[in-house]
């Protein structure tokens, strides 16, 4: 089975940096994702990692370690517009299924 | 514009009353998958498909069913609903495999009396 654990909410300030971490434990991997979820609208991707190390994209970079079943994803310079959920969500190697974790809530404040 | 879309957004329905939730994408994307969002559980993949007639199980396939007759659409099916199957339901599609970006559609929130 997996097991896919993140903080459930976190809260931080309009211009600072926020690391969301998600581990994670499978039998097979291919990849890990990162989505953002606004309330009430769908997901949309952020990231894919399937290597280790560190993605940048932007303000958003995904890092990833294989090795210790862990990942995080790092919000710079946030602006408001950054409120929103954060979802992780592990691809199994065989079968190509997808897991979620149960996703982070950022609440950035003025 | 490519999207992906579902029909209907809302949905209240009686127990046992058979329902379909239609996923259609107009992207020519090979994989499509269902799943449904209920709160501190996150998002659970019920069903996907890799192509046409290859449909496979997720972690919650129980109470539905699916095809895909057509690359296009992806529907869900529900032969006799159940309130625990109250939820918000999301079809999304991905080019090929599912490490390609997938792109959401808009949600159906269905509540079952």
């Known amino acids: 089975g997996q097991n896919i654990d993140q903080p459930t909410e976190m809260t931080a300030t309009e211009g600072a940096i926020v690391q969301i971490n998600c581990t994670y434990q499978?039998?097979?991997?291919?990849?890990l994702f990162w989505y953002q979820q606004h309330a009430g609208e769908a997901p949309t991707f952020l990231s894919y990692?399937?290597?280790?190390g560190l993605e940048e994209k932007g303000r958003f970079s995904s890092f990833l370690s294989r090795s210790k079943g862990y990942s995080y994803l790092l919000l710079k310079e946030l602006q408001m517009k950054d409120s929103a959920s954060y979802l992780c969500?592990?691809?199994?190697?065989?079968?190509?299924?997808?897991?979620f974790g149960g996703g982070t809530r950022v609440l950035v404040k003025p | 514009e490519a999207q992906v879309t579902q029909n209907p957004r809302y949905l209240i329905t009686v127990t046992g009353k058979k329902l379909t939730v239609t996923c259609s994408q107009n992207?020519?994307?090979?994989?499509m998958s269902w799943y449904r969002q209920d709160p501190g559980l996150g998002l659970r993949q019920i069903y996907y498909?890799?192509?046409?007639?290859?449909?496979d199980k997720g972690d919650v396939p129980e109470g539905y069913k699916v095809s895909r007759k057509e690359k296009r659409n992806f529907p869900l099916i529900l032969e006799s609903p159940s309130p625990n199957q109250t939820s918000l339901y999301f079809c999304?599609?991905?080019?090929?495999?599912?490490?390609?970006?997938?792109?959401f559609g808009p949600g159906t929130r269905l509540t079952v009396l």
């Open positions: 498909s890799m192509n046409v007639e290859v449909t």
């Open positions: 990692n399937v290597l280790d």
């Open positions: 499978t039998s097979g991997f291919n990849g």
């Open positions: 999304a599609s991905s080019p090929s495999l599912p490490t390609d970006t997938q792109y």
């Open positions: 992207m020519n994307h090979e994989y």
């Open positions: 969500a592990v691809l199994k190697a065989a079968g190509n299924k997808l897991t």
